[in-house]
C-alpha cells in the first residue's frame, strides 16, 4: 500500500517489516522520530538508552544473541557510539544489526556539521544513503539482509531533510523471523589483541566483496538522458538535482556510498562529456572517483559546509534560476527562545547577575546564552559542562572570585554528565554543578530517560534519585530548589560561587509543556502602577513586551501575551512597582 511517510516513519516502518525485534537509541534530533514511531509496533522492544553508546551495545547484544536490532542516533551521537560501531565490525554479526545516524547539514539543531560517512570508512562499515522516504523504507529492509550477507553492521545515513520530509512509501506485511541460534565463538566475539588481530584482514576482505556488490547493486542506479552533463549523487542532493536538471543532465544515484563501486563509477564517466559530483559536505564521493583517475566538477563549485537547493545546483550548472515568486520583503528573523514559563529562565537570569564563568552542555538551556540573558562561556557537547568546569576551576581555581558553574540539564546528566561529576569528585574539582531537572528530554520532543519514573512506553520505571546519586559519588552538598521561586534560586546560586567546595543544586520543575507541569492563569498589568522601567523585560520571557498604554495612562507600560503566559511569576518579582499580579480566575 502505498502512504505519505515520514522519513524517520518509514525507518521505523522498515525496522517492522524486516522482522526487528530489538531498538534501543538516544533521542537526537533529527533522528528521533525513528524509535518513537518504532515503539508503536507491539512486535518491537523499543527503549531510550541512557546514551547512544549503551544504546549501540543493546542492540550488539540482542544481534549477537540471535535477534535482528537496531540503534538511532545523530551524528554528534554516533561520536559517542563510536567505540563500539568499530569493533562490532571487526567481531561482525550473528543476527542483523543496522545503525542509523541523521546527520544535520545546515545545523538546524546540532553543535557541528560533520559527515558521518567518514565514520563509515574508518570503522570500515557498509552504508547506505536514501533519498526519500520510499528508499528509507526499503534501504532499512535491504541492510539488515546485507548485515546477514556480509556478517556486518550495516549504516544508513539520513539528513535533516530526508529524515524530516514526507514522500510516498510502498509499505507491506511484516517478516517474523526466528532467534539465529547463538553458539559460542571466543575468537570472533572475544576482541582481546590475539583474537582482533586476525578480525581485522577479515573486515578488509568484506569490503573488497561489499566493492563487487556495489557495482551491480540495484540502489547504485545509472539513468541515462544526456551525453553532455553527468551527475553522481546520493541521498537528498540526488533528488535536488533531478528537481534543478531534469532531462538535461543523466544520473549515477548512489545508494550504496561506502564502499563505492569503481568500474560502475568509470562506465558512468565514459558516457557523459563533463561530469558532476553532487553531494552535501564533505567530499567523499570526489575524492573516490579522483583516486580513480575521473575528472570530476566538485566542491571547486559547490560549497563544503552547509544545505545545498535546486536553484544553487541549476545556477552553478546551468547558469540559470528556478522560477519562482519571491516575496516581496524579508521574512522576520524568529531566532530560539527559551518558552514562555520555562524553567531554566530563572537560572540564568540569577547566573547573568553574579557574572560567574559558566560551563554549559547540550540541551534547551544553551539558550541561557543568547541576549537578554548571554550567561554561558561554553558549549562542546553533552556532558562537557561538569568536565570543562572541573579544568577551569583545576587550571586557575576561582574566576573573578566566584567558583566557575556547570550548567546541565537533566537527560544530558543521565547521558554523560554522571561520569563527568565522579571524575570531578574523585579528583577534588572544587566548583558549583547546577542540574537543571525539568523531568524530561525538553531538547528533542520531551521523551522519558532514567530518572523521569516512566519508559518509552510511558510504563512506571524506576527512577534514578540524584541527590542519592550525588552523595554517593562523594558531593555533600546538595540542594533542590524549585526554579519558579527566582529569590530562593538567586540567593542559593550567590552563596554557592562565593564558597570554596563543590556543591550540587538541583533545579527541579516539570517542563511548562508537558502534561505534568504546573500553568495558572496569565497575569494581568496595573498600568497605573507600571512605570515602564524595562526590569520585568531582563529575564527574557517571551509573552512579555513594552506597548502604548491601552488605560490613557502617559508612557510605554509593559504587556504580557494571555496566549503565551503561563503565570509562572517570575516576572512579578523583578517588578519594583509591584504592577504585576495573578489575573481573577472568573475572568
Known amino acids: 500500500m502505498k502512504e505519505l511517510l515520514l522519513g524517520n516513519e518509514a525507518v521505523a516502518r522498515g525496522l517492522y517489516e524486516a522482522g526487528a525485534a530489538v531498538v534501543s537509541s538516544y533521542p537526537g534530533t533529527p533522528s528521533t522520530e525513528i524509535t518513537q514511531y518504532a515503539s508503536g509496533y507491539d512486535e518491537i522492544y523499543c527503549e531510550w538508552a541512557s546514551n547512544e553508546k549503551v544504546g549501540l551495545e543493546v542492540a550488539i ?11 538511532g542516533m545523530k551524528h554528534v551521537g554516533l ?5 563500539p560501531l568499530y569493533t562490532v565490525s571487526y567481531t561482525g554479526i550473528n543476527a542483523g ?3 542509523a545516524v541523521a546527520d544535520d547539514p545546515g545545523m538546524h539543531s546540532s553543535q557541528n556539521e560533520q559527515d558521518s560517512r567518514n565514520h563509515a570508512k574508518g570503522a570500515k562499515v557498509p552504508m547506505l544513503e536514501p533519498a526519500d522516504s520510499g528508499d528509507c523504507l526499503e534501504f532499512t529492509k535491504l541492510a539488515f539482509d546485507l548485515s546477514e550477507r556480509f556478517d556486518t553492521p550495516v549504516m544508513i545515513r539520513l539528513t535533516t531533510r530526508v529524515s524530516h ?5 510502498v509499505t507491506g506485511g511484516r517478516t517474523e523471523r526466528e532467534a539465529v541460534p547463538y553458539k559460542r565463538n571466543i575468537a570472533k566475539y572475544v576482541m582481546m589483541p590475539i583474537n582482533a588481530r586476525p578480525r581485522h584482514p577479515i573486515a578488509e576482505e568484506r569490503t573488497q566483496k561489499l566493492i563487487e556488490y556495489a557495482e551491480t547493486a540495484q540502489i547504485n542506479k545509472i539513468e541515462l538522458n544526456s551525453t553532455e552533463i553527468g551527475v553522481i549523487s546520493s541521498g537528498v542532493a540526488y533528488t535536488y538535482a533531478k528537481e534543478a536538471l531534469g532531462k538535461k543532465a543523466s544520473y549515477l544515484k548512489l545508494g550504496m556510498v561506502f564502499p563505492l563501486p569503481e568500474k560502475l563509477i568509470l562506465d558512468f564517466a565514459s558516457k557523459v562529456k563533463t561530469l558532476y559530483v553532487i553531494e552535501e559536505l564533505d567530499d567523499f564521493i570526489e575524492t573516490h572517483c579522483r583516486k580513480l583517475g575521473v575528472e570530476v566538477k566538485g566542491k571547486d563549485i559547490f560549497p563544503l559546509t552547509g544545505e545545498y537547493s535546486q536553484n544553487m545546483i541549476r545556477e552553478k550548472i546551468l547558469g540559470e534560476k528556478l522560477p519562482f515568486k519571491a516575496l516581496e520583503e524579508a521574512l522576520p528573523a524568529r531566532p530560539p527562545v527559551m518558552c514562555a514559563g520555562c524553567t531554566h529562565r530563572g537560572v540564568f537570569y540569577a547566573l547573568s547577575k553574579l557574572d560567574v564563568f559558566v560551563s554549559g552542555d547540550i540541551g534547551c538551556y544553551t539558550l541561557g546564552a543568547a541576549p537578554p540573558l548571554g550567561a554561558m562561556d561554553t558549549c562542546i557537547c553533552m556532558g562537557a559542562s561538569i568536565s570543562g568546569a572541573h579544568g577551569a576551576a583545576k587550571a586557575v581555581g576561582k574566576i573573578g572570585g566566584k567558583l566557575p558553574v ?19 569528585a574523585y579528583n577534588g574539582g572544587k ?14 520532543g520531551g521523551q522519558h530517560h532514567p530518572s523521569t519514573g516512566y519508559n518509552i512506553m510511558g510504563k512506571p520505571a524506576h527512577a534514578v534519585d540524584y541527590e542519592l546519586l550525588c552523595r554517593a559519588i562523594g558531593i555533600t552538598d546538595v540542594k533542590i530548589i524549585d526554579p519558579y521561586d527566582l529569590p530562593a534560586t538567586i540567593d542559593a546560586i550567590t552563596a554557592a560561587v562565593n564558597g570554596d567546595e563543590s556543591c550540587v543544586i538541583i533545579f527541579r520543575r516539570s517542563c511548562v509543556l508537558q502534561k505534568t507541569a504546573v500553568r495558572g492563569p496569565a497575569l494581568t498589568v496595573d498600568e497605573e502602577k507600571c512605570t515602564g522601567c524595562k526590569m520585568c523585560l531582563k529575564i527574557g520571557c517571551p509573552a512579555t513586551s513594552m506597548k502604548k498604554s491601552t488605560s490613557g495612562a502617559s508612557g510605554q507600560k509593559m504587556a504580557i501575551d494571555r496566549n503565551q503566559c503561563v503565570g509562572c511569576g517570575q516576572c512579578v518579582t523583578l517588578c519594583r512597582a509591584g504592577a504585576l499580579g495573578a489575573r481573577n480566575a472568573q475572568e
Open 61 to 71: 547484544g540482542a544481534a549477537v544473541a540471535g535477534k535482528r536490532a537496531f540503534s
Open 79 to 83: 561520536n559517542v557510539a563510536a567505540d
Open 97 to 99: 544489526l543496522v545503525v
Open 165 to 169: 520530509g514526507r514522500s510516498i512509501a
Open 406 to 424: 556547570a550548567v546541565i540539564g537533566d537527560s544530558t546528566f543521565m547521558h554523560t554528565g554522571i561520569n563527568s561529576l565522579i571524575n570531578a
Open 431 to 444: 566548583f558549583v554543578t547546577l542540574i537543571l531537572d525539568n523531568l524530561t528530554t525538553g531538547m528533542t
